[in-house]
């Protein structure tokens, strides 16, 4: 070729060059891991998952990161069903081109993170087959890969986990009532070993050795094993007699175990990280016979409280009462009450060892009990109530503060912690209020009463009625909401905005013969009413669009206090319906 045709060509080359895109990916060529054939039965081989090119490059809506050629291919000669499926400790994915030229993609198909896919009854033909892995940046992992005729496989050679087998890392000797409580030794947490292997509640990576093997000699003392890092740490355990026991979170990010009666022998430690694989971290063991790294974290009910006790009598004036308090201290309360039963909320702050004020009640009747406390600082409540269990709150109140609501308050004693939230250990200044109104300095009372006349007017009906439906023209909605005011079902969600007297009562004589109570009315009703048995039902959309309805197939006889409410927004005209047949809907 002349000179001047090389030009041309090169010039036509380059020309041609930009209508098509950089970089194209043809996703063809050469298997990496080669072929493999199979007729009936199954076939495997180990290969490596991943690569750099997103999978939804090679069919639009599959998921992961693979390589430009097939990762291998199954030559398949068959006629049953065929299984392509592969296992690896990463979170892998599946692409097949089928003979026919038809792509297929999977993810966690055959189980866990493993990816499968079924062909039934399958052409005979090659299958490539593309493994990669779900994120980027996770590299190129070891993975087997199973082609079968009778279903999926996601064994994995390769798989690293925890060993008990080896030697602990570290080892040290401990017998009960042991001296410089806590024992602290330095590990390196994290490691490429899987703690998903050793028990359901285990997760993170540790090292496939014990990072500590502890020989300790109990007696009577329970035994806390704790761990601090930088990190999100987690803690696994194997007892002397086998059992595995983990944790994540018991020392706000840090894992800690709590043995109540501990045996003697040999306790393999690993100490883990949460996240990547592989990463590590320096880290703090520590054993004590004290509580976490050494603190007492137990609660001492029996202590004189920090700020006095009080009798109260149902009915106490003034209300509520008041006590200038300080919030916090050094205990968890999350750990402190965790052996023990919670019957309201969740459990946070950080609390002292005393409580914090003493409550002796004498209630007078099925009257509720408001606790709440107000500070500059955001504050808990952990209370101990008559029956030994525990009731707390957080946010419950206005703002940041606590209030907790003790329906059905019961005589007794009760013994109240105020906390700080994320405290460390600093107090604030804080007011405790008691009532039997409401929360805070000004409590409103926000509670229905059943006992008050029906706005809307009182109205007996016995079965047979007519006209059917019976018709009530009333006011919807008022000013408590649903959630603060008393009302609850075991049965139903309660939601809405009533007023504190009821809308209509009903006084029904049906021998167990059916009901409906509904609403119709322009705006987003509500629906809550005290059963003649003292329990409530309530309903917010059961009729059509967005009115309530109430249906009871064996009515009970007696009286119905009815509450129409708002969902939101200011109260509305509507009409309260009561039939002997099914309630409208949509």
Not at 190 to 199: I, M, N, V
Not at 266 to 293: C, F, H, M, P
Not at 451 to 467: K, M, R, T, Y
Not at 536 to 542: E, F, L, M
């Amino acid at each position: 070729m002349t000179p001047s045709l090389k030009l041309t060509a090169s010039a036509a080359a380059l020309v041609l060059g930009l209508s098509v895109p950089a970089f194209a990916q043809t996703f063809s060529g050469d298997p990496a891991y080669g072929v493999l054939s199979l007729e009936s039965g199954a076939t495997e081989t180990g290969v490596r998952a991943g690569g750099a090119w997103n999978a939804d490059l090679l069919e639009q809506g599959c998921y992961g990161f693979i390589t430009e050629t097939p990762t291998l291919a199954v030559n398949y000669q068959g006629d049953e069903d065929l299984y392509l499926s592969a296992g690896a400790d990463e979170d892998t994915t599946m692409i097949v081109r089928a003979p026919d030229g038809s792509m297929h993609c999977d993810d966690d198909g055959a189980g866990d993170f493993n990816p499968g896919l079924v062909f039934a009854k399958a052409d005979a033909g090659l299958y490539e087959v593309w493994l990669g892995t779900y994120g980027a940046g996770m590299g190129t992992p070891p993975a087997r890969f199973h082609a079968s005729t009778t279903g999926f496989d996601t064994s994995n050679p390769y798989t690293v986990n925890p060993n008990p087998a080896l030697p602990g890392e570290q080892t040290a000797r401990l017998r009960s009532g042991f001296r410089n409580d806590p024992y602290e030794i330095e590990v390196v947490a994290g490691g490429g070993a899987r703690l998903e292997s050793l028990g359901d509640m285990c997760y993170g990576y540790a090292g496939e050795a014990a990072d500590l093997a502890l020989s300790y000699r109990a007696r009577s003392l329970p035994l806390y094993i704790a761990m601090e890092s930088e990190r999100d740490g987690v803690l696994a355990v194997q007892t002397p007699s086998g059992e595995m026991l983990c944790n994540d979170d018991a020392v706000g990010l840090n894992p800690g175990l709590h043995i109540d009666s501990p045996e003697s022998g040999e306790y393999l430690i690993w100490a883990g990280l949460l996240g990547d694989r592989g990463a590590t971290d320096a880290g703090v063991l520590s054993i004590s016979e004290i509580g976490y790294q050494g603190v007492d974290r137990r609660l001492d009910l029996t202590a004189t409280p920090r700020f006095g006790a009080g009798v109260l009598r149902a009915g106490f004036l003034p209300d509520p009462s008041v006590i200038e308090v300080e919030a916090g201290g050094p205990i968890q309360a999350g750990m402190a009450v965790e052996d023990g039963v919670t019957a309201i909320g969740y459990c946070t702050g950080d609390i002292t060892r005393e409580p914090t004020y003493e409550l002796t009640y004498e209630a007078g009747g099925n009257a509720p009990l408001f606790i709440s406390a107000i500070s500059d600082d955001d504050t808990t409540l952990v209370v101990n109530g008559p029956d030994g269990a525990w009731m707390c709150d957080d946010d419950g109140g206005m703002g940041v503060n606590p209030l907790l609501t003790v329906e059905n308050a019961p005589s007794g004693v009760y013994d109240i912690y105020v906390g700080r939230f994320y405290g460390e250990g600093e107090t604030s200044d804080a007011t405790l209020y008691i009532s039997e109104i409401g929360g805070g300095a000004d409590p409103v009372n926000s509670r229905v009463d059943i006992s008050q006349p029906a706005l809307f007017g009182d109205h007996a009906l016995e079965a047979g009625f007519v006209p059917d439906p019976y018709r009530i023209q009333i006011e919807a909605g008022g000013s408590l909401e649903a959630s603060m005011s008393g009302i609850a079902s075991d049965e139903d969600w309660c939601a809405g905005h009533y007023t504190m007297a009821p809308t209509a009562q009903l006084d029904w004589t049906g021998g167990d013969g059916p009901l409906s109570i509904y609403v119709e009315g322009e705006r987003d009703t509500t629906l809550a009413i005290n059963m003649p048995d003292g329990s409530w039902r309530c309903n917010d959309d059961g009729g059509p669009g967005l009115s309530p309805a109430l249906e009871f197939g064996n009515a009970m006889s007696g009286v119905y206090d009815i509450y129409v409410g708002v969902f939101s927004g200011e109260p509305a005209s509507a009409e309260l319906m009561i039939s002997e047949f099914d309630a409208p809907s949509d």
